[in-house]
DNA sequence: CGGTTGTGTGACAGTTCCATGACAAAAACC
DNA sequence: GGTTTTTGTCATGGAACTGTCACACAACCG
């Protein structure tokens, strides 16, 4: 029997989808927060998940991620919002595909059926980020500069995902600090030598940065 | 009439299976160890067989392969562990369906009509892989290497087969160690002995691996 | 233009990370 | 029951990575 859990916050929602499900003939189970999804899934893992994004506590995202670490279970979210940012975040964090409410649980259900037939469909359609000839692909764990893998430390890998996160925008010396290395306090200028590194293994010309640039007094962003 | 044969070492649940199956009208036979299990399908075969996977000498893995190499029985896995790890392993030998002690005799008997009337489906979707001049052929629970057979323990099978199975991606130690070995926690350098015995046999030149890849930091891949 | 501040980069030592051989325990085999 | 194979643990050496520093250079400012 498949079994689907079912993390949703809001009981009425969750009993409905839970009752829909068995009616499908699902086995399903459901967790009210994030924190349970996680302990349910890691106890006795379903062979599907649908998780809400909006929730108390840990966020959908960041249960999509947590989930997606241990598993390789296929994740649908199903959210109130159709918004195309939302959509794109959840995909990137590992979801697999994406509902708006209200569902119908036929639809739901043949979703389920068609992720299971033929594996994470549209996870294959969200590709690692480009920038001009710059390829990050986080799940394979590599960069390529056209079309060719480049060695990247792990460091550095994490360096480059935090400004590809944020592109465009420019990420102070602290900000950087903080998410990349988790210190509260430390030498901005470890940043720069990194930067530094980061800059001789992608971009064609260091000395002229094209991608990984460097806005004085700020600190430095991602562009295309 | 349908003849199952049950391979199963509880004599308590072997003979309410072989009741309740004669009860929906096919013909059962059982057998306690897969030896005998074995002996039995080669000397009278039958339509389809349930395996327990805990079975004491040769368990129920080893049994579905041996079984798979003779015949192309529809073999169905009843086992006590709701586990991802051994329903993958289980499919992978051979199995062509699993389900989760206590069974509801109607569903198993539903299961049952089922595979007669799809054929295999499971183990359809799980074919043999190709990695350039390497073969890792699931079903056969068999690797070659240019066409040779190579000799790898089970433990080195599953560990290719995971790596597999998410190709191009990186599993963490962590991650291996969980979904190969089934342990929570660890010593991850478990997960480097394995590789690296695993290399000694599959790459050509073990020292420098061109299909299992270390990702320093991350953990290990497997790429064409 | 000189001073000041901010940034790039090479060198280096300390640390982390990984491959591998040896070995004992456990399991499988005969 | 003894032998062989497989498995997991450990120690070691070496390679790769990290963070710090010093200094040179560039950008900015008055």
Avoid at 77 to 97: N, P
Wanted: hydrophobic fraction near 45%; include cysteine.
């Amino acid at each position: 029997m498949t079994a689907v859990l079912v993390i949703e916050d809001d009981d009425r929602i969750r009993l409905a989808l839970l009752l829909a499900l068995e009616e499908e003939g699902y086995s399903a189970i459901g967790a009210a927060t994030a924190e349970e999804g996680l302990r349910r899934q890691r106890e006795a893992p379903a062979d599907h998940v649908l998780v809400d994004l909006m929730l108390p506590g840990l966020d959908g995202f960041e249960c999509i991620r947590r989930l997606r670490r241990d598993d390789d279970v296929p994740i649908v979210v199903v959210s109130a919002r159709d918004d195309t940012h939302d959509i794109v975040a959840a995909l990137e964090a590992g979801a697999d595909d994406y509902v708006v409410k209200p569902v119908a649980i036929k639809e739901l259900s043949a979703r389920l059926r068609a992720l299971r037939r033929r594996g994470r469909v549209l996870a294959d359609a969200v590709p690692a980020q480009v920038f001009g000839e710059l390829e990050i692909s986080a799940e394979a764990g590599e960069v390529r500069r056209a079309g060719r893998p480049v060695a990247v430390t792990r460091t550095e890998f994490r360096l480059l995902c935090e400004l590809a996160e944020h592109a465009g925008r420019v990420l102070s010396r602290q900000q950087l600090l903080r998410r990349v290395w988790g210190y509260e306090t430390g030498d901005e200028r470890l940043v720069d030598v990194h930067v530094g590194r980061l800059r001789q293994k992608i971009e064609p010309d260091p000395a002229n940065p094209r991608h990984l640039v460097t806005l004085r007094g700020l600190g430095y962003k991602l562009q295309r």
